[in-house]
């Protein structure tokens, strides 16, 4: 696989340069509660900087329809300027004469940050002519948003027409951990959780036959406790799972390798937190956490791998009776990570989770993606690679 990686270009010197990252941060009455993903990109930016490019960094932030106040990247962009220590320009519009005018007077080293892309319906559509429009910005195009790349939109996908087209530093070592996976050194474990059984059925199905055990949580295993005919209360589970979940069975009967929890922890209808075996939740109940027997099951596996890979929660970790799993398993994975076992952790929520036990630097990758690297390891399209990467 070789990647058409940012380093590869002779002189950045004067050049204006479009950056795509992915500042698509949680933000609340204004203020910025992550910035992880900011921090992320900045070894891109100051690569760039140093380089003396001009540069026009662009991101989305949320799924607006239309300009909405709440979803603004102004906050974003005052976050970037204390982090680079470096006055930042943000500019209202993503196109207009206005922008034009504002990139055309850059000098090398200074930096204009354009508001949310998706205030654009071009945007969302992939549309050649808002892409173009962004394109005649810059001489250089150059993606750094990862967790972007599995969508068809104008910034990710069409604007790759348009102008030479980079990998930055974090989309190349995105795919070099992914890589990884992918070819991994084995045992290989795989932990899944979270939700959506429609985006996880797929990677489950790609990395089946080099896993050696797939371990599954959260609302996910809902799914298969309904498919085998077990009440799940009032518990979170995908409306269509079945077309999903039946490839997983010979008849009723799991295929080996996946790891469903033999206990659970529910809350009951009076609001109690308690252990169970799956087959014992009533219709009242909610199961929001895998149990001590499945922790102690899960720990086992994960204790002789060589490669992991963790995406999605195990439980509602937000609520303390019901975060000791994912919690434990996290507090595991960063141990037995960065010399033991070779570890990936992504998504949202997932990385939280891990931040929680402070242990996310022990961690070989910590992804900024969640639906891309599910994409990129189940084999789907990435339309943001399509130019950057070839195999």
Same mark, same amino acid.
């Given at each position: 696989?070789?990647? %058409? !990686?940012?380093?590869?270009?002779?002189?950045?010197? $004067? &050049?204006?340069?479009?950056?795509?990252?992915?500042? %698509?941060?949680?933000?609340?009455?204004?203020?910025?509660?992550?910035?992880?993903?900011?921090?992320?990109?900045?070894?891109?930016?100051?690569?760039?900087?140093?380089?003396?490019?001009?540069?026009?960094?662009?991101?989305?932030?949320?799924?607006?329809?239309?300009?909405?106040?709440?979803?603004?990247?102004? @906050?974003?962009?005052?976050?970037?300027?204390?982090?680079?220590?470096?006055?930042?320009?943000?500019?209202?519009?993503?196109?207009?004469?206005?922008?034009?005018?504002?990139?055309?007077?850059?000098? @090398?080293?200074?930096?204009?940050?354009?508001?949310?892309?998706? #205030?654009?319906?071009?945007?969302?559509?992939?549309?050649?002519?808002?892409?173009?429009?962004?394109?005649?910005?810059?001489?250089?195009?150059?993606?750094?948003?990862?967790?972007?790349?599995?969508?068809?939109?104008?910034?990710?996908?069409?604007?790759?027409?348009?102008?030479?087209?980079?990998?930055?530093?974090?989309?190349? &070592?995105?795919?070099?951990?992914?890589?990884?996976?992918?070819?991994?050194?084995?045992?290989?474990?795989?932990?899944?959780?979270?939700?959506?059984?429609?985006?996880?059925?797929?990677?489950?199905?790609?990395?089946?036959?080099?896993?050696?055990?797939?371990?599954?949580? $959260?609302?996910?295993? %809902?799914?298969?406790?309904?498919?085998?005919?077990?009440?799940?209360?009032?518990?979170?589970?995908?409306?269509?799972?079945?077309?999903?979940?039946?490839?997983?069975?010979?008849?009723?009967?799991?295929?080996?390798?996946?790891?469903? @929890?033999?206990?659970?922890?529910?809350?009951?209808?009076?609001?109690?937190?308690?252990?169970?075996?799956?087959?014992? /939740?009533?219709? !009242?109940?909610?199961?929001?956490?895998?149990? @001590?027997?499945?922790?102690?099951? #899960?720990?086992?596996?994960?204790?002789?791998?060589?490669?992991? /890979?963790?995406?999605?929660?195990?439980?509602?970790?937000?609520?303390?009776?019901?975060?000791?799993?994912?919690?434990?398993?996290?507090?595991?994975?960063?141990?037995? !990570?960065?010399?033991?076992?070779?570890?990936?952790?992504? $998504?949202?929520?997932?990385?939280?989770?891990? %931040?929680?036990?402070?242990?996310?630097?022990?961690?070989?990758?910590?992804?900024?993606? $969640?639906?891309?690297?599910?994409?990129?390891?189940?084999?789907?399209?990435?339309?943001?690679?399509?130019?950057?990467?070839?195999?």
């Amino acid at each position: 696989m070789k990647i %058409n !990686s940012l380093k590869k270009i002779k002189s950045l010197s $004067g &050049k204006t340069v479009f950056l795509r990252v992915d500042f %698509n941060v949680p933000i609340k009455n204004g203020k910025i509660e992550n910035d992880y993903r900011i921090k992320a990109g900045l070894e891109t930016i100051n690569f760039l900087l140093a380089k003396s490019a001009r540069l026009v960094i662009a991101s989305h932030l949320g799924r607006p329809k239309g300009y909405e106040s709440a979803s603004s990247l102004k @906050p974003v962009a005052a976050r970037l300027k204390t982090l680079l220590k470096r006055p930042i320009k943000f500019l209202s519009e993503a196109v207009s004469p206005k922008t034009t005018a504002a990139v055309k007077a850059l000098k @090398p080293g200074e930096i204009v940050m354009l508001e949310n892309l998706r #205030f654009n319906a071009g945007e969302y559509k992939n549309d050649d002519k808002f892409a173009a429009s962004l394109a005649a910005l810059a001489d250089i195009y150059v993606n750094d948003a990862f967790a972007d790349c599995h969508r068809a939109q104008a910034s990710v996908a069409a604007m790759e027409k348009y102008l030479p087209s980079y990998a930055g530093l974090l989309v190349e &070592k995105e795919i070099t951990a992914l890589n990884r996976i992918l070819k991994p050194k084995k045992p290989l474990v795989i932990i899944i959780g979270g939700a959506k059984i429609e985006t996880k059925a797929p990677l489950i199905s790609k990395l089946y036959s080099s896993a050696s055990q797939i371990l599954i949580g $959260g609302a996910l295993a %809902n799914n298969f406790f309904k498919f085998q005919g077990l009440e799940i209360g009032k518990s979170m589970v995908d409306d269509d799972f079945a077309p999903y979940i039946r490839k997983f069975y010979k008849g009723k009967k799991l295929v080996p390798k996946i790891i469903l @929890p033999r206990d659970v922890v529910i809350k009951t209808k009076d609001g109690r937190a308690q252990v169970v075996a799956p087959a014992a /939740v009533k219709a !009242s109940d909610t199961i929001l956490d895998i149990g @001590p027997a499945s922790i102690s099951d #899960f720990a086992a596996y994960i204790k002789k791998a060589n490669t992991l /890979v963790w995406n999605g929660p195990l439980g509602k970790f937000e609520e303390a009776s019901f975060k000791h799993g994912t919690l434990a398993l996290a507090y595991l994975i960063a141990a037995r !990570s960065s010399g033991l076992a070779y570890g990936v952790v992504g $998504g949202g929520e997932t990385v939280a989770a891990l %931040n929680l036990t402070k242990m996310s630097e022990y961690v070989d990758w910590v992804s900024t993606a $969640g639906g891309a690297m599910l994409t990129y390891l189940s084999g789907g399209k990435m339309p943001g690679l399509s130019k950057i990467v070839q195999a």
